[in-house]
């Protein structure tokens, strides 16, 4: 008479996500990138030349680096004062440099230089007419070049927080039972670069985004993965399906949060009357609660209650929940409660029942809106993130033999800086709406 139990074999429940892509838009500004050259190319220099046959000894000091942007690359002007020893005295050697460069990130996260162009101009006439120093001049230059074209900037360590946190498993409370919400970083991509008073590119994680219930396998430990230059990075606000499964024996411990002590009371009239030990499985596209009727009823008669309930229905989403609408008696139990409705309210232990299966989903995966809110970004002395989850939906719901899976979209925005603006707000929670209505993953 009623729906048969599936045969308890043990099963994981299984996620199986597609992978979604967390756009972030950097931006590398003009203070920034002078910073950073600033920081990593040397400010003087020395060496030896060749005069008349005996080698004599120059220095050189460099200026402040001036940056611009135009035509696709990156022009340096800088001012380099050198001083070379003559036989008698020293020669001053006023150089200026105005290199042209391509800027580009490798593979390993290396922001550097290409298609390196220097052009050297000395504002002295001497020091143009002098053969002497003609050789002076050349190993000025290619000191500097090299220095130049060896710059280079590693965002490894602003981006290798962010990925361990992501990485690594975070812990979903749900009353009695256990889950885990799990970032799978695939693969990081990069867009072409936009010069605006700055160095802007696209990046794009690319990630398999999952939660369990209850947890899956321990994850193993992963390394960022290399950096793919790509033709094209779709911009703007990015759209990840997270699937959520949950194994049936898992769902009906998370039913303990509408439980007090273990037990369901579901009548103000017969408040001895109480229902416990849920037990959910599955029947075709059906799912089934099995729910224990326990306690005493003093009305018309006193009886004590103690037997099995049993009721089916299907899961549906209804904004933002997961209900089953027509949560209904099986038919012995249907019977059972109609010969004790002088004493059972049937219609209460309904939707009782409803509302103990009825799972906001926004409000359960608050702690996987956090982590998507603030396990994106970082916060270094050299840059920060900023990631806002703008919209949750849940688009479906789908009954499997051993667990329930559960579909999430989830749409927001991330940003990086280089150096982090003043206005920049970091791992906070941009919503003063319910948790039902939204759901934040990132930083």
């Not at 812990?171 to 693969?187: E, I, N, R, W, Y």
Request: aromatic letters at 6%; a negative charge; proline letters at 7%.
């Amino acid at each position: 008479m009623y729906p048969l139990r599936p045969p308890a074999t043990p099963s994981d429940a299984i996620a199986d996500p597609s992978p979604s892509r967390v756009v972030m838009h950097t931006t590398i500004t003009s203070a920034g990138m002078t910073k950073a050259i600033e920081d990593n190319v040397p400010s003087s220099g020395e060496g030896t030349f060749s005069l008349l046959g005996l080698q004599r000894k120059y220095t050189w000091k460099r200026g402040n680096v001036g940056v611009r942007f135009g035509q696709g690359k990156v022009t340096l002007d800088l001012h380099v004062d050198a001083v070379a020893d003559m036989s008698v005295s020293q020669l001053e050697i006023p150089l200026d440099f105005q290199i042209s460069a391509e800027p580009v990130i490798t593979s390993e996260y290396v922001t550097k230089f290409q298609a390196v162009e220097v052009h050297v101009d000395s504002p002295g006439s001497l020091i143009r007419a002098a053969d002497a120093v003609a050789s002076v001049l050349s190993l000025i230059k290619k000191e500097v070049e090299t220095r130049l074209v060896g710059f280079s900037f590693d965002l490894r360590p602003l981006l290798g927080e962010a990925f361990d946190r992501i990485a690594k498993p975070i812990d979903l409370p749900l009353g009695d039972a256990h889950g885990c919400a799990s970032l799978k970083v695939l693969s990081i991509e990069a867009g072409p670069t936009v010069l605006a008073d700055g160095f802007e590119k696209d990046l794009a994680v690319v990630i398999a985004p999952s939660v369990t219930i209850p947890c899956g396998a321990e994850a193993i430990g992963a390394t960022l993965p290399p950096l793919a230059n790509v033709a094209t990075v779709q911009p703007g606000p990015f759209t990840v399906s997270i699937p959520i499964a949950a194994r049936y024996d898992e769902l009906a411990k998370a039913m303990t949060i509408a439980f007090t002590d273990g037990k369901l009371f579901f009548s103000k009239e017969m408040p001895a009357a109480y229902l416990d030990r849920p037990e959910v499985y599955a029947a075709k596209d059906q799912i089934v609660l099995k729910l224990h009727l326990g306690g005493v009823v003093e009305r018309p008669f006193h009886m004590a209650l103690d037997g099995d309930l049993f009721l089916n229905g299907h899961p549906a989403v209804r904004d933002n929940e997961l209900v089953v609408p027509d949560l209904e008696p099986t038919v012995e139990t249907g019977n059972f409660l109609v010969k004790l409705k002088a004493a059972l309210d049937g219609d209460s232990i309904r939707e009782q029942a409803r509302a103990a299966l009825r799972l906001d989903i926004g409000e359960r995966l608050k702690s996987v809106r956090d982590k998507l809110s603030t396990d994106l970004g970082f916060g270094s002395g050299q840059g920060c993130a900023k990631a806002e989850a703008d919209k949750i939906e849940v688009t479906g719901v789908h009954v499997h033999q051993a667990y329930l899976r559960v579909y999430v979209g989830v749409t927001g925005h991330a940003s990086v800086y280089v150096p982090c603006p003043r206005s920049a707000v970091l791992f906070t929670d941009p919503f003063a709406i319910p948790a039902s209505s939204v759901l934040a993953y990132g930083k």
